[in-house]
């Protein structure tokens, strides 16, 4: 099976500007989540997504959103940039079923540099 | 709230030598402990599951409830090893992954 995908790999944006990441999970995945990840503060989650609903939801400000599409594709959005957005924006696909291990599978992440 | 703690930034050993990477967690129901691992240039991967009770790449781990840890064991690391690891736990269904900070390991010929 193909791994998760993620475009575009790399973007530089300005303060202020808007972003949308996209991502593709392995085939027959239904889960994806998306987590940031910075030296700081190492991997942060920020939500989940299945069959097209948002199951959960981590810590961020509402300028960090995201949707699911039918064919369980991803995108997040975030809006308004700051420069503290920098960061390697992560994607991880998994079954979601409940009661299943809930295992995730990462894609190569989108490194997004705010100037 | 659910938390992993991995107390060692950086763990150096040579080649040959035992090595253990600690990850301590805090959860009040039954949580699910993984290992991830990620080599230089590639993406995160799955290494272990608690639930498994398997041996990947030499590497051990076993859920210690009383002591809410999860540490990561390997009896002869080889150079090949080197590389961030990551203790995650997952609370039920709350269908999230908490990461500890990692431990960056170092294996020395």
């Known amino acids: 099976k193909a791994g998760v995908t993620q475009t575009p790999r790399y973007l530089i944006k300005t303060r202020g500007q808007q972003v949308t990441l996209s991502c593709s999970p392995i085939s027959g995945h239904r889960s994806v989540s998306w987590y940031q990840q910075t030296p700081g503060q190492g991997l942060q989650f920020l939500f989940e997504y299945f069959s097209e609903t948002q199951r959960n939801k981590g810590n961020f400000p509402g300028r960090f959103s995201g949707r699911q599409f039918s064919n369980s594709r991803s995108e997040m959005n975030v809006s308004t940039l700051e420069l503290g957005d920098s960061a390697l924006y992560l994607c991880a696909s998994s079954p979601g079923l409940a009661g299943k291990p809930y295992e995730q599978y990462f894609g190569p992440g989108t490194r997004l540099t705010v100037t | 709230a659910q938390r992993v703690t991995q107390p060692e930034k950086l763990l150096s050993v040579f080649k040959g030598a035992p090595v253990e990477l600690k990850c301590n967690y805090s959860?009040?129901?039954?949580?699910?402990l993984f290992w991830y691992v990620q080599y230089s240039r590639q993406r995160l991967q799955l290494l272990l599951r608690h639930i498994s009770r398997e041996s990947i790449k030499g590497f051990t781990a076993d859920l210690n409830k009383g002591e809410t840890s999860f540490h990561l064991k390997k009896p002869f690391a080889q150079e090949e090893d080197s590389a961030m690891y990551y203790c995650?736990?997952?609370?039920?269904?709350?269908?999230?992954?908490?990461f500890g900070k990692g431990t960056l390991l170092t294996v020395n010929p």
């Open positions: 995650a736990l997952s609370g039920g269904s709350n269908y999230k992954l908490t």
């Open positions: 959860y009040s129901g039954s949580p699910e």
